[in-house]
C-alpha cells in the first residue's frame, strides 16, 4: 500500500461548486456554500482505500455529530472504476447503506471535481468555513491503518474550532492515504 500525501491546498482558498450523482439518496447533489452558512466538510474517500477504511466507521460518527451541530459534510470518490470496480457506484451504494451515510457520498465519473480541489489522495480532507473559504485541510488524525484506532482528532478539533468562530488551528498536518487513481488516458 503506497502512502501519497495531501497537496494541502493554500488556506482561505475558495470552494468549488460542484453537482454529482449522489449514492446515498437518488439523483444529483449540488454543493453550494449558501446551503452550508456554518461551512461544510469535503472529504475524498473510496471504498477499496485501506486508509479510508480504518477512518470509516469514526468519520462517519463524527460526520453525523457534525451535521448535527449544523455543519455540512459530503463525501466524493473520484477514483477511476475500469481500474477499480470496488469504487463502482453500486458499490459505493452499497457501502453507503451498509455504513448508513446520512451525508452525500458522490461520483466524481470525470474527475475533474478532484483536479479542481487538487485531491492526491483517500482520505483527502477539507473543513471550508460560511463564506466557502478554506479553513482546514490535512489528516484525520495520526493514526494509520494496523497503527492505532482511528479516532478523528486532528478533524474534530478543526470542526470545534471552526464552530467556535476561533482561527484555524495552526498545526495542519498532511493527509496520507492511497493516491487517487486516475483515469489512464
Excluded at 98 to 119: C, I, M, T
Excluded at 134 to 145: A, K, S
Excluded at 160 to 172: K, R, Y
Amino acid at each position: 500500500m503506497a502512502a501519497t500525501p495531501s497537496q494541502m491546498l493554500s488556506l482561505n482558498s475558495d470552494y468549488h461548486p460542484f453537482t454529482l450523482p449522489n449514492a446515498t439518496h437518488a439523483g444529483d447533489y449540488t454543493l453550494s456554500s449558501a446551503d452550508h452558512p456554518q461551512g461544510f466538510v469535503l472529504v475524498f474517500i473510496c471504498n477499496h482505500c485501506p486508509f479510508v477504511k480504518h477512518i470509516l466507521d469514526r468519520m462517519v460518527e463524527l460526520a453525523h455529530a457534525a451535521m448535527d451541530r449544523g455543519l455540512g459534510f459530503v463525501a466524493v470518490s473520484s477514483n477511476d472504476v475500469v481500474s477499480f470496480p470496488e469504487d463502482s457506484f453500486g458499490n459505493m451504494k452499497k457501502l453507503a447503506a451498509e455504513k448508513n451515510f446520512r451525508f452525500p457520498y458522490l461520483y466524481d465519473a470525470s474527475q475533474e471535481v478532484a483536479k479542481a480541489y487538487d485531491a492526491a489522495c483517500t482520505p483527502d480532507i477539507y473543513v471550508f468555513n460560511g463564506k466557502g473559504k478554506l479553513y482546514y485541510r490535512g489528516q484525520f488524525d495520526e493514526t494509520r491503518p494496523m497503527q492505532g484506532e482511528a479516532t478523528g482528532d486532528d478533524l474534530q478539533n478543526a470542526i470545534n474550532s471552526l464552530l467556535n468562530d476561533e482561527e484555524p488551528p495552526a498545526n495542519q498536518i498532511p493527509s496520507l492515504g492511497c493516491g487517487i487513481k486516475w483515469i489512464k488516458e
